[in-house]
């Protein structure tokens, strides 16, 4: 499975954009992005996935460029609900499978 | 209603005492999984169950026992509970099958502490 690197942690405030880059160099064809969210003490929560463009939904974009090397999850006008850890992945999950490894994540701060 | 639900919330028990962990989710899925987070709040995957197979297991010791008795439920068992064994123990479950990468719902966790 790809690895992926992110940014450790980040800092925003209310109602500003917050973007997140995640690195997935070695993405295989068949892999998919995903992306994670986890508040303290709760257990991750799936966010949006991609394969390749762009995706939104009600929570968030995701972008791809044409090398999926890397993706951008993109927070629009965040709020303090917002802090918490993201999680970028990335793997197909092959069959029934469904192994996924979760990196350090982003630990996103926001501020008032 | 609780789509992935465990028990118990907090566990706190003595170095060598064996525990049990219980996950049960009733969004009709095929897969189980069982995650150790870690005080660095690294996730790492220990196990995963298909329709009550074993298809993932990870190099966990072999003190720890999944156990499915049907789809909807994967316990955890831990013998001989050591010192490093605290962490937060999560259960999650996917539909399983669909080729990419599914969307894996997680309980609330399991926070275990060995004194």
């Known amino acids: 499975l790809a690895k992926t690197t992110q940014p450790i942690s980040m800092d925003s405030y209310e109602g500003q954009e917050v973007n997140i880059t995640c690195s997935h160099n070695?993405?295989?064809?068949?892999?998919?992005i995903t992306w994670y969210q986890q508040f303290p003490s709760q257990g991750p929560r799936f966010i949006i996935q991609g394969y390749k463009t762009k995706v939104t939904n009600e929570v968030a974009s995701l972008f791809i460029p044409a090398d999926r090397k890397s993706s951008t999850l993109s927070l629009p006008r965040v709020s303090l609900s917002d802090t918490a850890v993201y999680y970028c992945l990335v793997g197909a999950g092959s069959g029934n499978t469904g192994k996924l490894i979760f990196g350090q994540g982003t630990t996103l701060q926001v501020k008032p | 209603d609780t789509a992935v639900s465990q028990t118990p919330k907090y566990l706190v028990t003595q170095m060598g005492n064996d525990k049990s962990i219980k996950c049960e989710q009733n969004l009709g899925h095929d897969t189980m999984y069982w995650y150790k987070q870690d005080s660095k709040k690294f996730l790492k995957i220990m196990f995963s169950y298909n329709n009550k197979e074993l298809i993932i297991n990870e190099t966990v010791p072999n003190r720890f026992s999944p156990k499915s008795p049907d789809k909807a439920h994967l316990n955890l068992h831990i013998n001989s509970l050591e010192l490093g064994d605290s962490a937060v123990y999560f259960c999650a479950s996917s539909q399983g099958g669909s080729g990419r990468t599914d969307t894996q719902y997680f309980g609330p966790g399991t926070r275990l502490t060995v004194l």
């Open positions: 070695n993405i295989a064809t068949n892999d998919y």
